[in-house]
């Protein structure tokens, strides 16, 4: 009898996302006791989307490494929300991502799993690019007021929110607040979002603009716990879902 997964292959008409790939990235945070500096790095730069949050470095009570994982904590110490952003220091090009996590509950919590193009970190050079054209790949995004609902999108500069054309895709799911497998099988024509190994978002290249498919440069990734702001708080913030805890079990690449 065929697993449930290979039928879902099959219905969707997609091959395994690591078939001819090597690992070639692996973190797994539960076995760690500290961010090695060689593969991950905080931003306490500044938040968007009228976020509530302000972002602090360096592990602590808002970023912490233990046999759960690594946890970003949102807290609200003396009335000020604080929470962490962290991201990989390498940035990578095609591939298939696979990061295991547990979002959090709580109305005005916004949890995320993303990736931006590298260039974005050079803005003084020659290549430099701003959002959105640079692009846009969110490889999870959920909010505590919709608790049973993952996002899956990509933003461009022809497609994105702010234009409301951004290439989305919303999945129900009954238990969100377990452990999750979120993965993106990413190549130069197509992108494709996967949930615990199901294909459940494909979408391929159909113009060969910058405009409209900027995904042909390295990205970087990002691992972010957001509260509040236009999206996350648009059914407010409830003060009694501090300290919210994101928990990420792991990372694996393959190219």
């Given at each position: ?16 996302p690591t078939k001819g790939r090597k690992l070639v990235f692996s ?71 696979e990061i295991s996590a547990k979002v959090p509950p709580g109305r ?70 377990e452990l999750h497998k979120f993965g993106l099988d990413w190549r ?68």
């Open positions: 009898m065929l697993t449930s997964w290979i039928l879902a292959v099959m219905i969707s008409g997609h091959q395994s973190c797994d945070f539960t076995k760690l006791h500290h961010l090695a500096a060689a593969d991950w790095k905080f931003d306490d730069g500044p938040v968007y989307n009228n976020e509530q949050e302000k972002y602090v470095s360096g592990e602590g009570a808002n970023a912490e490494v233990s046999k759960a994982g690594l946890t970003i904590v949102a807290t609200k110490p003396n009335g000020k929300v604080l929470s962490a952003r962290i991201q990989s220091v390498k940035a990578w090009k095609y591939g298939y991502f005005g919590t916004w949890p995320a799993i993303w990736m931006l193009n590298d260039r974005l970190r050079r803005p003084k050079g020659p290549d430099s690019v701003g959002w959105p054209r640079c692009g846009e790949i969110d490889i999870m995004e959920n909010v505590g007021f919709d608790p049973n609902s993952f996002h899956f999108s990509l933003h461009s500069q022809k497609f994105n929110f702010m234009q409301a054309s951004q290439r989305t895709k919303i999945i129900p799911c009954k238990n969100p607040f130069p024509d197509s992108i494709t979002f996967f949930l615990d190994g199901r294909s459940v978002y494909h979408v391929d290249k159909t113009e060969d603009t910058i405009e409209s498919w900027p995904f042909r440069d390295p990205f970087y990734l990002i691992l972010n716990l957001a509260i509040g702001g236009n999206w996350g708080g648009a059914k407010g913030v409830d003060d009694a879902i501090f300290p919210a805890k994101f928990v990420i079990r792991d990372v694996k690449i393959y190219q």
